[in-house]
């Protein structure tokens, strides 16, 4: 107790008899201990500080000059390393050619070359040129083509396939304002010698539709094979949507013994004597596509002997 006295005493020294004396901020304690002044609450004083004084200012250089001479030290290391000696091209040697090395002429010193030159370094790079002869026998260069819609009927490519028009159906497209009429036709386009081609067109006109018809059944022209007897080598049969067809060889005499669109396309394709039905759908369109399938299905003696590996006289025995 005498000891906190003291304390007590001693703080009330040091504070200045002008300054108020705080009083504790809770009511509720005792008047003694309420009348007391708090220690904690003692004032300090703060002290006007400026803007630049001498000790920054002392700092700052300080800074500065340890800056300096970390820059200088860094010099002085780059200065200790060793730099790599400069050689000269005077030095340098190149390896030598090889024996029998002739050294080419510059560009602009070689001769102008010809049109011969220049298209036998691309055949030989690329192959053969195109000669202009397909693999049908036509000279494509002769046959000129034009835009169906601009092309009459007395205009069509003169060449040796003839048209022949299986169906000609008005169709109708529903659009918003009403209903578009136009007309489609199926063409099947041959030339009697084993090539035949179906083809699909539509226009508001009904010439119009036969021509693009006609000239699409150009664009998918297919080869046919045909014995000597102008017949198939072997039976076939496809499918080609709902449609299914067979085709049968038939010996010498007996015709093209089959009906519709089938009948169309062998006649065209130049088939004389061979058997085919049309067993599901009867779409004229379905059925003359699944001929032109069935067709492709069928091979030549000499392509499987070539696919065997054997002679052709080999596959009789």
Known sequence: MAATATATAMAIATISPSAPIPSAPFPSLPLRLRSQPLLAASRRLLLPVPKASSWDE??????????ESAAAGDEEDEDEKPRPEPVSSSEFQ???????YVEPAAFDELPPESPED???AYESLYGPAFSGESLLGNNVYEVKVVD???????????????????????????????????????????DMKGHVGVGVGKAKEVTEAITKAAMNGRRNLVTVPLTKYSTFPHRADADYGAARVMLRPACPGSGVIAGGAVRVVLEMAGVENALGKQLRSKNPLNNARATIKATQMMKQFKDVAEERGVPMEELWK
Not at 58 to 67: I, K, N, P, R, Y
Not at 157 to 165: L, Y
């Open 58 to 67: 002392s700092v700052a250089e300080e800074g500065g000059d340890t800056e």
């Open 94 to 100: 190149f390896a030598a050619p090889p024996e029998g």
């Open 118 to 120: 220049v298209a036998a």
């Open 148 to 190: 169906p819609i601009d092309m009459d009927r007395e205009q069509r490519p003169n060449d040796d396939f003839t048209e022949r028009v299986v169906q000609v159906n008005r169709v109708t497209k529903v659009v918003k304002g009403g209903r578009q009429l136009s007309y489609r036709a199926i063409v099947v386009v041959g």
